[in-house]
């Protein structure tokens, strides 16, 4: 019988980052975001500000890989556009925590919203051997996705 040579990992790993990539441009074209007037990056910035609650300018800065001075005029935009408040934390003035307002999380809930029907009317487009194909490979995506987020590097 013959055996399948396996592939190395960055001949899967390239395709791969290219394709999560081009995704990744056409899902950010969530026409709720472009009306607000919001960058790629400011609607990054809020969508993990909803997602994680109040959180540390130094920790979006971290979590996102923004510069601390770029993601200061992101936010900074976020704020004049009402859809973000930053405060200083009373116990140390020089942390600052951003916090979704409600009309930071409605437009946040919007731009899920068009995201995941975009991405549901592609699916239905699909044979159905490829949607079984993409929701049996959803588990190991995830994984990835938790390998990523731990930061290893080999």
Do not use: C, F, Y
């Not at 056409?26 to 109040?54: D, I, N």
């Amino acid at each position: 019988m013959p055996t399948v040579a396996k592939i190395p990992e960055t001949e899967t790993a390239a395709p791969l980052r290219a394709l999560i990539g081009r995704l990744s441009r056409h899902l950010r074209r969530a026409a709720a975001g472009t009306a607000a007037g919001l960058t790629p990056t400011g609607v990054s910035v809020l969508l993990a500000v909803v997602r994680e609650g109040p959180t540390r300018l130094s920790e979006i800065a971290a979590a996102e890989g923004i510069n601390p001075t770029m993601l200061s005029r992101v936010v900074s935009d976020l704020v004049e556009a009402g859809l973000v408040e930053r405060t200083s934390d009373e116990r140390d003035r020089r942390t600052a925590w951003v916090t979704a307002t409600a009309a930071g999380r409605r437009l946040s809930e919007r731009m899920r919203r068009e995201r995941t029907d975009a991405l549901a009317q592609a699916l239905t487009r699909l044979e159905d051997r490829d949607r079984r194909q993409i929701e049996n490979a959803l588990a190991a995506l995830e994984r990835l996705a938790e390998e990523l987020g731990q930061g290893r590097r080999p």
